[in-house]
C-alpha cells in the first residue's frame, strides 16, 4: 500500500511538473502584435514534370511579387493574386 502512494505521488509530481513547463512555454511564446503584409503576384512561370528533378512528377507553378520575392505552388497563380503574410513579433 505505501509503495503504490509513493508511485502515485511520483507521477502525480511528474504531470504537474509538465504542466508547469508547458505553461511557462506557453507564456513566452505569446506575441504581442500581429502584422498582414499584402503582396500581389507581378509574374507567373510553370515548370513540366522532371524538368527541376527527375521525381517531380506534376507541373510546379512560380509567381513573382511585388516585392521581388519569388513562391511556388502545386497550383497555379494569377497575375494580380494577392498573397497575405503574417508577421508575429513581441
Known sequence: MKRDNIIFLAVLTIVVSALAILQVAADERSYKFEKRVVNYVDSTW???PG???SLQT?????????NGRVISHHKPFNIGD?????HYGK
Open 46 to 48: 510553370s515548370t513540366k
Open 51 to 53: 524538368q527541376e528533378h
Open 58 to 66: 506534376s507541373y510546379k507553378y512560380y509567381g513573382r511579387l511585388d
Open 82 to 86: 494577392s498573397i497575405v503574410s503574417v
